[in-house]
Nanobody, 130 residues
């Protein structure tokens, strides 16, 4: 499985960006995808997650009301999109997408831990600065 993230860049506070993560390979029809981020000197943190079909979604408290997540599915590939609005300086980080292939998740209050995702992408840099 390969994950390719795109859409990062430099944006002013209050601006928007849309990140996309394309997953290809043996994905399985049931999976969970997520966005994590990590800033220099800080721990990796979960931003958002979504299961197959979108029936279960998770947003961390620090992005609720500002970020939305969506998925596109095609033959042997799936894409996860993160729409980030009203960006803040503290949103600056490298954003990584991850996928748990063959996994199910139906508890939005109990998201999968980062060690449960079996494939990770290299990420895309988001910098929010004036």
């Amino acid at each position: 499985v390969q994950l390719q993230a795109s859409g990062g860049g430099l944006v002013q506070p209050g601006g928007s960006l849309r990140l996309s993560c394309a997953a290809s390979g043996i994905i399985f029809s049931r999976n969970v995808m997520a966005w994590y981020r990590q800033a220099p000197g800080k721990k990796r943190e979960l931003v958002s997650a979504m299961n197959t079909g979108g029936s279960t979604r998770y947003f961390s408290d620090f992005v609720k009301g500002r970020f939305t997540v969506s998925r596109d599915t095609a033959d042997n590939s799936v894409s996860l999109h993160l729409q980030m609005n009203n960006l803040k300086v503290e949103d600056s980080a490298r954003y990584h997408c991850a996928i748990l292939t063959g996994g199910a998740w139906y508890s939005p209050r109990d998201p999968k831990g980062f060690d449960e995702y079996n494939y990770w992408g290299l990420g895309t840099q988001v910098t929010v600065s004036s």
